[in-house]
């Protein structure tokens, strides 16, 4: 019996740690459906043979063959040619029999070769996207891979970022950047707000005032964005930027590439002040009585355009015509959220278009205007999406929802509910340009904190739906704001790693998630390859949140210090020097004089600070 046990735990020494190590010495984000490891490695070095079908060579060799030098430092062989059976490889396998959904994938790493098998371009692009997480952070030229089978496949098909690049221009070099790290992490589709009060961003062939005019606005740079004034009609308009329709063949090439679907969006009838200040004609009134000047930030008065008048339909039509042939996307957003009617209600056309339609209010009269916008759309064999707003009134038959309302709205349950396609992007949950740490730390933007583990932590499927209505879940998606992102790199700030989140709640089912898991991931490999990327990640995670009481009766103040990270030790000093582990570990709340300095920060086990140290006079 003794030699019995003895062998048993000879075979888990010597297996079942192994096999352990392995599974960690990896960190997959978004995490796989299933990943298996085996005995063995493959060793990838410069005598690999890549085999691509030969259908996909022309789209797929040049970015693998990119990838493999940007991460490795290595320049491979491509073939469309079966490897021998002395070849070590990398295969490529179409497949239309394989039990994986579409842009699903296996990955089977063995010692003397690795193949990839999906039913399509997509699948075989995340596969590699996977592969190339179990690269060394060094270029070290030769890689010893495990032996592993992995089966993956995305929980939606709608795995979506957006961008707004209206409040802030951000460079095209930049937007394909992003492009190229985001699908990385398997996102799929790139949602671009491409107009706004503050700026119009897209060349219009037919309508060039519309970037003359309606890309620029007045320099406000250093007063906070809500406290702006309009700008004058006399003063410079230096502020801005526009893309022209080369720049976006070219950025819809680069992500088609990259699996990634590009969505324009352009938002009306509201948030369109840069559209009315290019042709005030568009407006509700012959005579202007509005301040026509591009937005230069806060709120813009004015800024929807007439439901009334025809014009403004034929002006739309010949606009998302030009834009239809520039977007391959199935889909062309509208916008359609928080127009202010007030000048509908005095406007004569659009009086008279309600009266001639038999409208109640001006709530129908949007439902009218969004109707006949989305016949536009769909003269150009394009689906229309619209923000959830497009819901009120008579609603919009055949359009696609993106539900971003909570609380007192709950478009997330009535739009499938109603037979809507939904996408959701909860404000709650996925307005990333809400901060992500200590509001006393982090740059200027919306006090509402939204920290990575709130991103992580959502299901974006009510379970009020039946099953049925949860097939019309198309998927999740987290949106940038740009009110408060006027450098790319503060873009980048906001964007990461809460992207990575989005995209693990995106990808992975719910049962595969696992917050330690994903933030020692990111700890470990996802933070030094963004870095390595040249990447502007947020590092808000490690953030410590203090918070305190000021106990008058006894003169003191209660202090309470928090981590959203876990695992970790927090060290604060009271006497003006910085922490370290040699400082005070912090157990639970402590008392304290009032007026003195906090300082505190998150050290992991090796002693290492983490993230920022935070300040705080306990006044």
Known sequence: ??????????????????????????????????????????????????????????????????????????????SYRRPDSQEKYIEFKLDKRASVKEEGYHLVVEPGGISISAKDYGGLFNGFQTLRQTFPLEKTGTVQISAMVVKDN???????????????????????????????????KFHWHLTDDQGWRIEIKKYPNLTKKGAWRADRTGVAWWQREQATAEEPKT??????????????????????????????????????????????????????EVATGGK???????????????????????IAALFPSKYIHIGGDECNKTN????????????????????????????????????????????????????????????????????????????????????????ISQVQG???????????????????????????????????????????????????????YMLYPRALASAEVSWSLPENKDWIRFQRALEDYHFPLLERKKVNASKSLFSVYPSYAIDELHGQAIVYLQAEA????IYYTLNGEDPSTESIKYVKEFKTAPKTLLKAG???????????IVELRLK
Not at 460 to 484: C, D, M, R, Y
């Open 239 to 292: 502020v801005g930027g526009f893309y022209t329709q080369e720049d976006i063949k070219q950025v819809v090439a680069y992500a088609q590439v990259r699996n990634v679907e590009v969505i324009p969006e352009i938002d009306v009838p509201g948030h369109s002040k840069a559209l009315v200040a290019s042709y005030p004609h568009l407006f509700c009134y012959d005579e202007p009585e509005a301040h026509f």
């Open 154 to 188: 995305p929980r939606f098909g709608w795995r979506g970022i957006m961008l707004d690049v209206s409040r802030h221009f951000q460079p095209k070099e930049f937007v394909m950047k992003q492009i190229d790290v985001l699908s990385s992490y398997k996102v799929n």
């Open 438 to 492: 200590p509001s006393i730390s982090e740059p200027e933007g919306p006090k509402v904190v939204l920290p990575l583990s709130k991103v992580y932590g959502h299901d974006p499927v009510p379970q009020e739906l039946t099953e049925e209505e949860k097939k019309l879940v198309l998927g999740n998606q987290a949106s940038l704001w740009g009110e408060f992102t006027p450098t790319p790199e503060h873009c980048e």
């Open 344 to 431: 509908w209600k005095k406007c004569p056309y659009c009086q008279k278009a309600k009266a001639d339609n038999g409208l109640e209010n001006e709530e129908e009269l949007q439902s009218y205007f969004i109707q006949k916008v989305h016949k536009l759309v769909k003269a150009q064999n394009k689906t229309m999406i619209g923000w959830d707003e497009i819901l009120s009134g008579n609603g919009a038959p055949g359009a696609t929802i993106m539900a971003w309302r909570r609380g007192k709205y709950t478009p997330q349950i009535t739009a499938p509910q109603n037979g809507y396609p939904t996408i959701m992007t909860s404000y709650k949950y996925m307005y």
């Open 300 to 322: 813009a008065p004015d800024n929807a355009v007439c439901a009334g008048k025809e014009s403004t339909y034929s002006f739309l039509g010949d606009v998302i015509e030009e």
């Open 602 to 612: 998150l050290f992991n086990k090796e002693g290492k600070l983490l993230g920022k």
């Open 1 to 78: 019996m003794f030699r019995y046990l003895s062998c048993i735990l000879f075979f888990l020494l010597l297996v079942g740690p192994n096999t352990q190590v392995r599974a960690q010495k990896y960190h997959f984000v978004p995490q796989p459906e299933s990943v298996s490891f085996s005995e063995g490695h493959f060793v990838l070095d410069k005598n690999t043979k890549v085999v691509v079908p030969k259908k996909l060579q022309g789209m797929l060799i040049p970015y693998l063959a990119e990838k493999f030098k940007s991460d490795l430092d290595l320049d491979l062989t491509f």
């Open 566 to 569: 876990q695992g970790y030790d």
